[in-house]
């Protein structure tokens, strides 16, 4: 568990190390640890202005939902 923290660690600062150097791509792993706290932050925001979980839902997938819409039009 503590190496893949440690991995996990590494991959961030490599990431900022690497912030404006556009002559390599970072995986998506990357990525991906900081869309996830961003996620449960926006969640924990909304929750305490009241509103339910599944509006940070309906924020992220919507408009995935009508990009599939206009892309597979009926004929």
Known sequence: MLETLM??????LR????TFSYQEV???GVYTLFLLPLISLASRRINDAGYSHWIILLVFFIPYLFFIFSVFQKQ
């Open 26 to 28: 970072e995986d998506r």
């Open 7 to 12: 991995q996990r660690l590494l991959a961030v």
């Open 15 to 18: 990431c900022y190390k690497r």
